[in-house]
C-alpha cells in the first residue's frame, strides 16, 4: 500500500472528506460574500469609464484578502476563531470582540460542504466520481445562496462549472462525454426557450440568464436523460418554498415576488446527481 492508500479505505475517506469539506465550506463563505461585492464594484467601474468619469477608488478587495473581519466593530478574524463549526459553536454565535450576532449561515455552509464531500466519497468511493460529486457540491452550495441573497448567478461560477462536468465526464464518471455535451446544451436551451416563451406571452422576464448556465453545467455533469427530472424537482421545490416564502413575508399572494430559482435547481441537481437513477427506475417501473 502506497504513503496515501489509506486514504482510500472506506472508513476513512469519507470521514477525510468530510473534515476537507468543512474546510471548503469556510473558504464558500467568503465566495458568498465577497463575489457579490467584487461584481458590484466591476459595473461600477464599467458604468465610470462608459460615462467617461473616473473609477470610484474603493479599498482592494478580493477572495483572498483582506483578512476577513467583523462588520460591526471592524475586529480581524483569527485563525482560532476561523475553525469550521467549533470556532462559531465555542463563540455561541457571537463576535469575540463586540457580542455582534453571527449568522447561522455560516456554520451551516460549512456543514453542508463537508456532508456533501462525505456522502459523494462513501457514495462513489476513491473515483474521479467522487471528486466531481464533491465539486458540484461545493459549486451548487456557493450558486445557491449567492442567488438566494442577491438574486446573482455568477458566470465566475456557472460557466467554470459546465467545463468542470465536460472534464468529470472525459472516461464518464457520470455519463459518456456526449451524453454530457447533449446535456449543456439542453440544459441552457430548455431555460432559454422557457424564459422567450413566457416573456412573450407576459412581456416580463421570468428568469435570469445565469439560471440557463446553471442548468447547462447540470445537464454538463448529469447528461440529457437526467434534465427533465432536474426541471420536475426544481419547479416543485420551487413553488413549494416560493409559496411559503410569500406568505411568510407578506400574508398573502404578491404578485410581485422576486422568485429566485437557483437555490431550487441546486436542490433538484443534488438529489438527480446522488439519487437520480434509483428515481428513474422506481418511475419507469410504474409506468
Same mark, same amino acid.
Given at each position: 500500500?502506497?504513503?496515501?492508500?489509506?486514504?482510500?479505505?472506506?472508513?476513512? /475517506?469519507?470521514?477525510?472528506?468530510?473534515?476537507? #469539506? /468543512?474546510?471548503? &465550506?469556510?473558504? /464558500?463563505?467568503?465566495?458568498?460574500?465577497? !463575489?457579490?461585492?467584487?461584481?458590484?464594484?466591476?459595473?461600477?467601474?464599467?458604468?465610470?469609464?462608459?460615462?467617461?468619469?473616473?473609477?470610484?477608488?474603493?479599498?482592494? +478587495?478580493? !477572495?483572498?484578502?483582506?483578512?476577513?473581519?467583523?462588520?460591526?466593530?471592524?475586529?480581524?478574524? *483569527?485563525?482560532?476563531?476561523?475553525?469550521?463549526?467549533?470556532?462559531?459553536?465555542?463563540?455561541?454565535? =457571537?463576535?469575540?470582540?463586540? &457580542?455582534?450576532?453571527?449568522?447561522?449561515?455560516?456554520?451551516?455552509?460549512?456543514?453542508?460542504?463537508?456532508? %456533501?464531500?462525505?456522502?459523494?466519497?462513501?457514495?462513489?468511493?476513491? *473515483?474521479?466520481?467522487?471528486?466531481? %460529486?464533491?465539486?458540484?457540491?461545493?459549486?451548487?452550495?456557493?450558486?445557491?445562496?449567492?442567488?438566494?441573497? *442577491?438574486? +446573482?448567478?455568477?458566470?465566475?461560477?456557472?460557466?467554470?462549472?459546465?467545463?468542470?462536468?465536460?472534464?468529470?465526464?472525459?472516461? %464518464?464518471?457520470?455519463?459518456?462525454?456526449?451524453?454530457?455535451?447533449?446535456?449543456?446544451?439542453? &440544459?441552457?436551451?430548455?431555460?432559454?426557450?422557457?424564459?422567450?416563451?413566457?416573456?412573450?406571452?407576459? %412581456?416580463?422576464?421570468?428568469?435570469?440568464?445565469?439560471?440557463? =448556465?446553471?442548468?447547462?453545467?447540470?445537464?454538463?455533469?448529469?447528461?440529457?436523460?437526467?434534465?427533465?427530472?432536474?426541471? +420536475?424537482?426544481?419547479?416543485?421545490? #420551487? +413553488?413549494?418554498? #416560493?409559496?411559503?416564502?410569500?406568505?411568510?413575508?407578506?400574508?398573502?399572494?404578491?404578485?410581485?415576488? =422576486?422568485?429566485?430559482?437557483?437555490?431550487?435547481?441546486?436542490?433538484?441537481?443534488?438529489?438527480?446527481?446522488?439519487? #437520480?437513477?434509483?428515481?428513474?427506475?422506481?418511475? /419507469?417501473?410504474?409506468?
Amino acid at each position: 500500500m502506497s504513503s496515501f492508500g489509506w486514504l482510500a479505505q472506506p472508513a476513512v /475517506l469519507p470521514w477525510f472528506a468530510f473534515g476537507f #469539506g /468543512l474546510c471548503i &465550506g469556510s473558504f /464558500l463563505n467568503v465566495v458568498i460574500h465577497r !463575489l457579490p461585492k467584487m461584481m458590484e464594484r466591476e459595473w461600477r467601474a464599467e458604468c465610470a469609464e462608459l460615462a467617461g468619469q473616473p473609477a470610484p477608488q474603493e479599498p482592494p +478587495l478580493s !477572495l483572498v484578502s483582506p483578512r476577513s473581519r467583523c462588520p460591526s466593530c471592524g475586529h480581524a478574524i *483569527t485563525a482560532i476563531e476561523n475553525i469550521p463549526l467549533i470556532s462559531w459553536a465555542v463563540l455561541r454565535g =457571537k463576535c469575540s470582540s463586540c &457580542g455582534t450576532k453571527i449568522s447561522a449561515r455560516y456554520p451551516l455552509v460549512e456543514f453542508l460542504a463537508g456532508v %456533501g464531500a462525505a456522502y459523494s466519497a462513501w457514495r462513489f468511493g476513491p *473515483t474521479a466520481a467522487a471528486l466531481g %460529486g464533491a465539486l458540484f457540491v461545493w459549486f451548487t452550495i456557493a450558486l445557491a445562496f449567492i442567488d438566494q441573497e *442577491t438574486g +446573482l448567478l455568477p458566470d465566475d461560477l456557472t460557466l467554470p462549472l459546465v467545463w468542470v462536468g465536460l472534464l468529470v465526464n472525459l472516461r %464518464g464518471a457520470f455519463v459518456p462525454l456526449p451524453e454530457a455535451v447533449m446535456g449543456a446544451v439542453a &440544459g441552457y436551451l430548455v431555460l432559454w426557450l422557457v424564459y422567450w416563451g413566457f416573456k412573450l406571452v407576459t %412581456g416580463k422576464e421570468g428568469m435570469g440568464y445565469g439560471d440557463f =448556465k446553471m442548468n447547462a453545467a447540470v445537464g454538463a455533469f448529469l447528461g440529457w436523460k437526467m434534465l427533465p427530472l432536474v426541471i +420536475l424537482l426544481s419547479s416543485l421545490v #420551487g +413553488l413549494a418554498f #416560493g409559496a411559503l416564502q410569500m406568505f411568510a413575508a407578506r400574508g398573502k399572494w404578491d404578485a410581485g415576488f =422576486k422568485f429566485h430559482f437557483g437555490p431550487y435547481i441546486a436542490i433538484a441537481a443534488l438529489v438527480a446527481l446522488f439519487w #437520480g437513477e434509483p428515481i428513474l427506475r422506481w418511475y /419507469l417501473n410504474q409506468l
